[in-house]
């Protein structure tokens, strides 16, 4: 804890020179853990013996001589909907600790570890990720690490908590509606939503299948290239993964630019729901990057309204026989909404989904002539535990539902997004930058661009 | 037009229909989030997407 | 007089209908074509009171197009005898949470049914 945060790249570059062991570096991990996770609350299984034997075989390995994959000696963690072999995936519900302890890791788990990272736990997150808070019952909630009676964000408050915290310099989330891009925001760190179908979902425990995103968080961007990089491949056993080749985020972060990003302001419904604090991130990032104009997309509302429907009728259907056996084990904060959900009627979904595409067509014509498009992650930041209410755009809303308020638009049409957190005083804040489909390459240049600038700055809490 | 009650109706059958058995705390619950949805999706189900819009998910064989 | 006759029940949704399609589309031509032209027609919006024909048209000319979208419900439209009409309609407007009302009243002109009195307004909600 008194030692400066080092980045993912940086302690892998110290094993690979043999500055450090990657046993020194679990062990250094593990106490930071055991320090400060009973507050923060964003561990519910720390793999420590696991941890050991992978570290110790990474030390083996750079005493032999070999060359060391790119996150040798790295220690991560992954929300707890992931697959790790000899535990049960909880993805959040008390009620999945009888179900039986998985048989391999997750796709994407393995992935990390045959890139040299080392899994030193599992994390918190919102119960089968239907939240934007990280409120669950049966674990308790992820706190911030900025202010531990604010939320660290959902539903991969965990996993963006324990990066905030320093205790690990890498983490893995997942994001239907926003669940990467509001705990990034709320928390003050990096997180990429890939576009959909990039990542293989193998190995994961599922939401919305027709909206379902995998990714990192990382204290810096090339940090988030690197875990990326590692991750990409097609997968055969995922009907939903896209199957294309590695396309290399760091060497394309690493080339020469060629020509200026163009990027524009997504204004209306940004502004409209958004905080001054969130207006002026957004407008911040924006003129950092040099956008000249403001642009409207149509039917904002429309597409996160599709989602919505999307979210329910399948999210809801998914959990329909545990809610016919269990109501009173389910997560009290959405059973209803789940059940609810269950009882969506065939043309709602359907209608959603017709939505859905269209919108994607008018987005897909406004990245013509635009590279990436920026706009607030949360319309505020970190509330507090609790709360139930806030004021936005003159209204009074539902608060955790309308923390999603402008990732959920543009996750509907599974666009690529890097939530960058924006240097500012008070609580963090984060911007999204949003390219077309397939070009992270284009947002993550923008965000490199803006921690460049120092615009966005990652601030490690207690660091 | 669908009023509140309507769409109360709508929930007690279609839960039954699906198998929840939902005491009145729990259905009186559950009504009220569907009385929200139902907003929500009205929103959805008012617009005209056009001829271009896929009607379903694509299956591919 | 009698109530809710139908052709001019058809009538008047039709109108009404025309009305809420320009509306949430902005369409400015029609929404100028439904109102009464006259000094005495008025509207109370959501924040401002216009008062005439002319102040009315202005409005809607400079109105942003932006965040239009809305659905309606429980709609009651009346009809006294052959001329004379009310329309009164709840909407939503996603993601707001808010109950907004629409109230008007709808006159046969020769040149057409047209509205000489309407108000918007959001109902205020108790602290749930």
Same mark, same amino acid.
């Given at each position: ?463 | 037009?669908?009023? $509140?009650?309507? !769409?109360?109706?709508?929930? %007690? #059958?279609?839960? /039954?229909?699906? @198998?929840? +058995?939902?005491? $009145?705390?729990? !259905?009186?619950?559950?009504? %009220? #989030?569907?009385? /929200?949805?139902? @907003?929500? +999706? ?20 | ?128």
């Amino acid at each position: 804890m008194s030692a400066p945060h080092r980045t993912a790249l940086t302690i892998a570059a110290a094993v690979a020179r043999g500055e450090t062991t990657a046993s020194a570096e679990v062990e250094a991990a593990l106490a930071r853990i055991a320090a400060s996770d009973g507050v923060i609350n964003a561990f519910t299984a720390v793999t420590a013996d696991r941890a050991r034997h992978e570290a110790a075989l990474v030390d083996q390995r750079r005493v032999r001589g070999d060359r060391l994959p790119p996150l040798a000696g790295v220690p991560f963690a992954v929300k707890n909907l992931f697959d790790v072999a000899g535990l049960s995936t909880l993805a959040g519900s008390r009620l999945h600790e009888r179900r039986l302890p998985a048989e391999r890791d997750a796709v994407l788990v393995a992935r990390m570890q045959a890139a040299g990272a080392v899994l030193v736990g599992a994390l918190n997150m919102d119960a089968y990720a239907y939240g934007f808070t990280t409120e669950n019952t049966g674990y308790g909630p992820a706190r911030n690490p900025h202010d531990t009676a604010r939320s660290a964000g959902g539903s991969s408050g965990g996993s963006a908590a324990a990066v905030a915290a320093g205790l690990v310099p890498i983490t893995l989330g997942s994001d239907t509606n926003g669940s990467i891009r509001v705990p990034s925001s709320l928390c003050g760190i990096f997180g990429l939503k890939p576009t959909y179908g990039r990542l293989s979902r193998t190995g994961s425990f599922p939401f919305v299948a027709s909206l379902d995103h995998l990714g990192p968080f990382a204290t810096d961007v090339a940090d988030l290239a690197a875990c990326y990089d590692a991750m990409q491949g097609p997968d055969p056993a995922d009907p939903a993964c896209a199957q294309r080749p590695v396309e290399s985020a760091r060497s394309a972060l690493r080339r020469d630019a060629g020509h200026p990003l163009r990027v524009a302001r997504l204004g209306g419904y940004f502004d409209h729901w958004a905080s001054p604090e969130a207006r002026a991130v957004s407008m911040r990032a924006a003129e950092a990057l040099g956008a000249h104009r403001t642009i409207e997309l149509p039917e904002v509302e429309r597409a996160r309204a599709a989602a919505f429907v999307i979210s329910a009728a399948e999210g809801g259907a998914l959990h329909r026989e545990t809610l016919q056996r269990d109501y009173d084990g389910f997560e009290p904060h959405n059973r209803d909404r789940f059940l609810a959900g269950a009882l969506t009627p065939a043309n709602w979904y359907l209608q959603a989904q017709k939505v859905r595409a269209w919108f994607a067509e008018q987005v897909r014509a406004v990245f013509a002539d635009v590279d990436v498009l920026v706009a607030p992650a949360t319309p505020v930041a970190a509330t507090l535990l609790g709360e139930e209410w806030i004021e936005l755009g003159g209204e009074r809303l539902p608060l955790r539902p309308s923390l999603g308020l402008f990732t959920q638009p543009i996750s509907c049409i599974g666009l690529p997004v890097t939530a960058v957190p924006i240097a500012s005083p008070g609580l963090p804040l984060g911007v999204q930058l949003i390219a077309a489909p397939w070009r992270e390459d284009l947002c993550l240049r923008a965000a490199l661009q803006l921690e460049r600038a120092g615009v966005a700055r990652c601030v490690i809490a207690g660091g | 037009m669908i009023s $509140d009650t309507s !769409l109360d109706d709508y929930v %007690a #059958v279609t839960a /039954r229909l699906q @198998g929840f +058995a939902l005491d $009145d705390e729990r !259905l009186a619950r559950v009504q %009220a #989030v569907f009385r /929200r949805n139902a @907003g929500i +999706a009205q929103f959805v189900m008012t617009f005209d997407p056009g001829e271009t819009a896929e009607p379903a998910p694509q299956f591919r064989p | 007089m009698e109530l809710n006759l139908p052709h001019v029940v058809e009538e008047l949704t039709h109108a009404f209908a025309r009305y809420e399609a320009a509306l949430t589309s902005n369409d400015v031509a029609v929404l100028d074509e439904l109102f009464w032209n006259n000094p005495l027609t008025l509207r109370y919006g959501i924040t401002e009171n216009l008062y005439g024909y002319d102040a009315i048209a202005s409005f809607r000319s400079a109105r942003s197009p932006a965040g239009l979208a809305r659905t309606t419900r429980n709609t009651v439209i009346t009809t006294y005898g052959a001329d004379f009409a009310t329309a009164n309609t709840e909407f939503l407007r996603p993601p707001g949470t808010r109950i907004g009302r629409q109230s008007q009243t709808w006159v046969r002109m020769p040149e057409g049914w047209r509205v000489v009195a309407a108000h918007v307004s959001y109902m205020d909600v108790p602290a749930a």
